[in-house]
């Protein structure tokens, strides 16, 4: 275990501002890899979200989105040529994790409204986890003052975050009212 000196001396080691640049770096770059394999993997995904839902209104949400992530994982591998790096990722536990239990929804649900409820749900999960990674991406590419970078992120930043608020409409809308209905019946 770390004593508190040993903590003192190893953050002593570090720049004013913290950590160095070059570890930021690395871990800007881990994350870079992460939301790189997330975002394929939706590519995968969404369809098969888009073959279990009803709701029209749904389905069309889920069509816009998969192409906004198709842009998305060219907007990553942008990101990676600016860095320099070649574009590779990392399997991302934590997404894969959502994908399981979005798994697990469709897989036990009745098509119709039930089901898009619980879409809606499993999808909104994995847009907060990208918002959560964007948000953090972009504000390492800031603190290293890669800006062309930033601007990336931020631009699919805004686009996970208009696609939450738009799921949030749909559920509020129309499924989970009708979902509810169909309970009580
Ligand atoms: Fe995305
Ligand atoms: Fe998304």
Redesign the pocket.
Known sequence: MKTKDSMRDDASQSSESGIHSSQLMELFESELKDIYW??KE?TKEIPKMIKRASSQDLIDALESHLA??RE?VTRVEHVFEILGKKATSQKCEAMEGLFKEGKEIMDECEEGPMCDAGIISAAQKIEHY?IASYGTLRQFAQTLRISDAADLLEQ?LS??KAADVKLSKIAVTAVNVQADMEESD
């Open positions: 997330a975002e939706l906004q992530t998305q990208e699919t686009e996970e």
